[in-house]
């Protein structure tokens, strides 16, 4: 059975920063791309962040230079460090666990956050 269990979302303040973790159990790690999401109310679930396995990183423009995605392919866990957060990064944010060649996508439940002062 295949689980993403997402932790460290909360409240926090305008400016301040939070760690996001992805634990994964059930699936070979090191062979998936692992992605961030996040959907805010009444908006369509955007693409954060992507760790593919072959190394490389993508970010959307709205969070490079604030976020930064980090995997642990020996703890089975991938990272968000989100910095100088805003009131429009205010989300729940999922983790995504995706293969291209054979089409499996695996989500966790999501977990809060929410900026505002």
């Known amino acids: 059975q295949v689980q993403l269990v997402e932790s460290g979302g909360g409240l926090v303040q305008p400016g301040g920063s939070l760690r996001l973790s992805c634990a994964a159990s059930?699936?070979?790690?090191?062979?998936?791309?692992m992605d961030w999401y996040r959907q805010a109310p009444g908006k369509q679930r955007e693409l954060v962040a992507r760790f593919t396995t072959s190394g490389s990183t993508v970010y959307t423009d709205s969070v490079k230079g604030r976020f930064t995605i980090s995997r642990d392919n020996a703890k089975n866990t991938v990272y968000l460090q989100m910095h100088s957060l805003k009131p429009e990064d205010t989300a729940v944010y999922f983790c995504n666990a995706n293969q291209k060649f054979t089409k499996r996508t695996y989500w966790g439940q999501g977990t809060q956050v929410t900026v505002s002062s």
């Open positions: 059930g699936i070979i790690f090191s062979d998936y791309n």
